[in-house]
Structure formats: C-alpha cells, structure tokens
C-alpha cells in the first residue's frame, strides 16, 4: 500500500484497524465531542442546530462520515459524493478553516476521553493526521464553493419582500435582498441557509430552504411548513413546535430583515439546456414538493418544450398541499407535462378525478406506467420527502430496471438519504 499525503502507510492501517471502535463507539465519542466542544465554545451554539444535538441526528451524521472515512482511508474517491454534500451544507452555513482546529482538537480529546488507555500514542497521531487529512479536503473544497459565490462570503441581509400561505401548513417568503443588489442564479433544486433570532433559545439558528421558485435577480422564494412539534409519550423528550418554521410564521412578516447565505447543495436539476432533452419524473411528498417546483417552474420558463415532465405528489390532505392551483394550470398550458396527485385523508365532499387522483400515499404502481417514462432509458426522477418515503420510492424504482445513477434524493435533515 502506498502513503497517502500526510499520513504513513503504518498510520493507514491503523486507522482502518480502528473501524470496528468506530462501530462500537463512535456515537459516544461524537456525543462527547459535541457536549465538550459547545460547553468551550458556547458561541457555536449559534452554528449548529440544537434539536439536532438533543436528538442525537448531528453526533450520529459526523460518527457515520467518520466511519465511511476510515473504511475508505485508502480509496477517497468513494467519498466524493459525500463530501460534497457535507461542504455544500457547511459552505451555507460558513464554515471556516479556523472551525476545523477548534472541532480536531475536541475530537481527538474525546476519542481519549472515551477510549482511554485503548488510544495509544501511535493511534491518536494517526487519527491527527487522518483528521486534517480530511480537513484539509473539505476546507479545500468549501474554498472553491465561497469562490464561486461571487464575493458573496458571509451571512447577507434580507427583508421579507411578501408572505403568501399556499396551504394549510406551507406559507411561501419572498426575500429580497437589503443591498438592493442582483442576486445570483442557483441550479433549481439547491437550497439557502436563513438565519435568524429564537427567542425560546435566546440566539440565532440557522436552516436549509430549498428555493422553491425559478431563479431571479430579484427576490429568492422559499416556502416552509409549520412544524407544530412532535407529539411524544416520553416525557424525556421536551418536544417543542420547530424554532425556525414557527418565528417564520407566527413572527416574521413583511418588511423584517432575516439572514440568507448564497445557494448551495448538490441536488439539481442535471441540465436545463439540450432540447429535446430526456423526460424528467418529479416525485414528491409534503413540504418535499419545494425543490421539485423550483425544477418544474425552471424547465416549464421556456417557450414550449418537447420534454416529457410529470409531476407525482403526496400530501395528508388537498388542503395541506401547496401549489395546488399553480400546478394544475401547468399541465393546461404544457401539453408534455402531467400530474398525478396522492392524498391520505380526503375530506368529506372531496372526489377522486377531482380534487386528487388516488387516495393513500404515493404509489408508484398507482400511476400510468406510460407517465413515468421507464422505457426511456435517459429519464430522471427527482426525490424529496420523508426518508422512509424516498426509500420506497427508490426501491420501486430500482426494481422497474431504473438504475442508480438516474435517481437523485434530498433529505431535509442531516445525515444524507441512507442507501
Ligand atoms: C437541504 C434542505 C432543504 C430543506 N428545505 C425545506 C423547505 O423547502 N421547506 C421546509 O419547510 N423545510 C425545509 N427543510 C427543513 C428545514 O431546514 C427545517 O429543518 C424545518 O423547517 C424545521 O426547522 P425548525 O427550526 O422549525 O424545527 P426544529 O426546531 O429544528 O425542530 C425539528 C423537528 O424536531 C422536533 N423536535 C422537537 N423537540 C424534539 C426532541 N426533543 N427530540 C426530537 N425531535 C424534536 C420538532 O418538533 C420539529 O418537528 C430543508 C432541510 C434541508 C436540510
Ligand atoms: C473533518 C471534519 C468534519 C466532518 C467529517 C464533518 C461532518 C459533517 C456531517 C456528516 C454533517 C451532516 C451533513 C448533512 O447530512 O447535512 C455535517 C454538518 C454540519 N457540520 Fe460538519 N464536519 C466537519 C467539520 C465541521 C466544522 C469544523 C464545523 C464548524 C464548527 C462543522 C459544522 C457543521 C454544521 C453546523 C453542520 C450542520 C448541522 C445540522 O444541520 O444539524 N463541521 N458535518
């Protein structure tokens, strides 16, 4: 085995001797990480998001790319997707290299903290190195993000140009920005990171929300459900409605000022250009449908196209579901465009051909074949909902002859869509 820059070929086997401990321990060894490293540094409480520490989806997402990174200490490329969407999100919430000291060292002294005598000397420098080994590919490729940003560097001021609801739970923002500056474009699918005070908490948090609009110069649109909070038995658990969602919707309005980071994420549509292109499926569930809009509105902008689109969406009922209307007067206006609506609970009055197209969640059985374009062996589905349901629709996919590399999933939440 060769050396890899940085690390010794004896280090190298010893951090992918260290994988089984990973296994073992590594939610610990994060968990400890994080508590250690939030109670030195309050202020990054500011960067990370709470719920996601209290319940464990953070320390669980880093113990994974740890993982993933040791089993693949001597074959990075492997990694590549899933480094690209973790500086994607760091790059949206502006990471610095400087950030990479204060997490190595409260790492390295948590693997100690956990594995006491079982770090060796020889162990914990392999794990140094293998760190910034890591770092340095991640501080490298957020470098080239905040490049292509066109000086757009750091957290921006936004007023909220208007406030739409376009459901029972999903309520559209226009941000505009304060400099009065044009904005520039994203590929339809990415996402910004909006920032803003949480009186509950008493400092800011930051969120990820999928653009939900074509791109403009003018104004970016995001659209965001209401997250009432889960309802838990465990009295453990100290559920409480979504910070971000509800200051969103029950205290920002029109004309306060919140702040935005440049588009950034790894979802997107693979081409708007070459027409006629290959058909594009959209399925979505819930609030899932913002991207897939973005997209749609995107390929939907042009004089009319000979591209095969159809929109496949799910929501509990027709009055949770957004962007009812607008969809619907697509499909009149764009001959190749087709949607096929799911909703769990009808409500009373409500008729099948009407007002949704089949009861239950989404079921891809359920829609035309000939609408999901599988004989063409170029078509693209794009995927954002719950995970469980990206999963099936994965599996229905796959298991109709659509290959991997056709699929693509967003997952709004931390940790990537498991595979
Ligand atoms: C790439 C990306 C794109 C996204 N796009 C969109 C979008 O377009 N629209 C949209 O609405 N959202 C989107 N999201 C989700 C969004 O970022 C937020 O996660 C969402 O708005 C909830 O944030 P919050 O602050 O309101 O809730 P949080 O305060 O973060 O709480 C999250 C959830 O956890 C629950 N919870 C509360 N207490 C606990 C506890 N003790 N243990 C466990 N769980 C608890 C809360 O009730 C809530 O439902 C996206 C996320 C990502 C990563
Ligand atoms: C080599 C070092 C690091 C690794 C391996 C790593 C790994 C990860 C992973 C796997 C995620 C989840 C991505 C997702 O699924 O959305 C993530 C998110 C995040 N990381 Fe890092 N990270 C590193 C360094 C840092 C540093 C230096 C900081 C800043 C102090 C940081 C702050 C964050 C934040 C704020 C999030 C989003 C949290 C959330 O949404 O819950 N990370 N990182």
């Given at each position: 085995?060769?050396?890899?820059?940085?690390?010794?070929?004896?280090?190298?086997?010893?951090?992918?001797?260290?994988?089984?401990?990973?296994?073992?321990?590594?939610?610990?060894?994060?968990?400890?990480?994080?508590?250690?490293?939030?109670?030195?540094?309050?202020?990054?409480?500011?960067?990370?998001?709470?719920?996601?520490?209290?319940?464990?989806?953070?320390?669980?997402a880093?113990?994974?790319?740890?993982?993933?990174?040791?089993?693949?200490?001597?074959?990075?490329?492997?990694?590549?997707?899933?480094?690209e969407?973790?500086?994607?999100?760091?790059?949206?919430?502006?990471?610095?290299?400087?950030?990479?000291?204060?997490?190595?060292?409260?790492?390295?002294?948590?693997?100690?903290?956990?594995?006491?005598?079982?770090?060796?000397?020889?162990?914990?420098?392999?794990?140094?190195?293998?760190?910034?080994?890591?770092?340095?590919?991640?501080?490298?490729?957020?470098?080239?993000?905040?490049?292509?940003?066109?000086?757009?560097?750091?957290?921006?001021?936004?007023?909220?140009?208007?406030?739409?609801?376009?459901?029972?739970?999903?309520?559209?923002?226009?941000?505009a920005?304060?400099?009065?500056?044009?904005?520039?474009?994203?590929?339809?699918?990415?996402?910004?990171?909006?920032?803003?005070?949480v009186?509950?908490?008493?400092?800011?948090?930051?969120?990820?929300?999928?653009?939900?609009?074509?791109?403009?110069?003018?104004?970016?649109?995001?659209?965001?459900?209401?997250?009432?909070?889960?309802?838990?038995?465990?009295?453990?658990?100290s559920?409480?409605?979504?910070?971000?969602?509800?200051?969103?919707?029950?205290?920002?309005?029109?004309?306060?000022?919140?702040?935005?980071?440049h588009?950034?994420?790894?979802?997107?549509?693979?081409?708007?250009?070459?027409?006629?292109?290959?058909?594009?499926?959209?399925?979505?569930?819930?609030?899932?449908?913002?991207?897939?809009?973005?997209?749609?509105?995107?390929?939907?902008?042009?004089?009319?196209?000979?591209?095969?689109?159809?929109?496949?969406?799910?929501a509990?009922?027709?009055?949770?579901?957004?962007?009812?209307?607008?969809?619907?007067?697509?499909?009149?206006?764009?001959?190749?465009?087709?949607?096929?609506?799911?909703?769990?609970?009808?409500?009373?009055?409500?008729?099948?051909?009407?007002?949704?197209?089949?009861?239950?969640?989404?079921?891809?059985?359920?829609?035309?074949?000939?609408?999901?374009?599988?004989?063409?062996?170029?078509?693209?589905?794009?995927?954002?909902g719950?995970?469980?349901?990206?999963?099936?629709?994965?599996?229905?996919?796959?298991?109709?002859?659509?290959?991997?590399?056709?699929?693509?999933?967003e997952?709004?939440?931390?940790?990537?869509v498991?595979?």
């Amino acid at each position: 085995m060769g050396s890899i820059a940085g690390m010794t070929a004896d280090q190298i086997v010893l951090i992918k001797a260290t994988v089984p401990v990973l296994v073992e321990h590594g939610n610990t060894i994060t968990t400890v990480f994080y508590r250690n490293m939030l109670e030195a540094h309050p202020e990054l409480n500011t960067v990370f998001n709470t719920p996601n520490q209290v319940n464990g989806h953070q320390p669980r997402a880093l113990a994974g790319a740890l993982y993933a990174y040791a089993s693949h200490i001597d074959d990075l490329g492997a990694l590549s997707s899933a480094v690209e969407l973790i500086c994607n999100k760091h790059a949206s919430l502006y990471i610095k290299p400087d950030d990479y000291k204060i997490v190595g060292k409260y790492l390295l002294e948590a693997m100690g903290e956990v594995l006491g005598a079982a770090l060796t000397p020889e162990i914990h420098d392999a794990w140094g190195a293998a760190y910034w080994q890591l770092a340095d590919i991640m501080i490298g490729r957020e470098k080239q993000l905040y490049e292509q940003s066109e000086g757009w560097t750091d957290w921006r001021d936004f007023k909220i140009a208007d406030k739409i609801k376009e459901s029972d739970e999903i309520t559209s923002f226009y941000l505009a920005p304060v400099d009065g500056k044009p904005l520039p474009g994203f590929q339809p699918g990415q996402y910004i990171s909006v920032q803003t005070y949480v009186p509950a908490l008493k400092y800011t948090q930051a969120r990820q929300y999928s653009l939900s609009d074509k791109p403009r110069s003018d104004y970016y649109r995001i659209s965001v459900k209401k997250e009432a909070g889960i309802d838990s038995a465990d009295p453990a658990v100290s559920a409480h409605p979504g910070y971000i969602s509800n200051v969103l919707h029950d205290t920002l309005n029109k004309g306060d000022t919140l702040q935005v980071s440049h588009p950034y994420g790894d979802f997107f549509l693979s081409t708007t250009e070459a027409e006629p292109a290959h058909p594009v499926v959209l399925i979505s569930a819930g609030v899932g449908l913002t991207p897939l809009t973005s997209i749609l509105n995107t390929l939907t902008s042009k004089a009319p196209s000979a591209r095969k689109l159809h929109f496949v969406h799910g929501a509990r009922t027709s009055g949770a579901r957004a962007f009812s209307e607008h969809i619907a007067s697509l499909t009149k206006k764009y001959p190749n465009l087709n949607a096929t609506f799911f909703t769990t609970h009808p409500s009373e009055g409500e008729k099948e051909g009407v007002d949704y197209h089949h009861v239950g969640r989404v079921n891809l059985d359920k829609v035309k074949q000939e609408d999901l374009f599988l004989d063409d062996a170029k078509t693209e589905y794009y995927i954002c909902g719950p995970e469980k349901f990206m999963t099936d629709m994965e599996s229905s996919l796959k298991g109709q002859g659509v290959s991997s590399d056709r699929i693509k999933m967003e997952l709004f939440g931390t940790g990537g869509v498991p595979h």
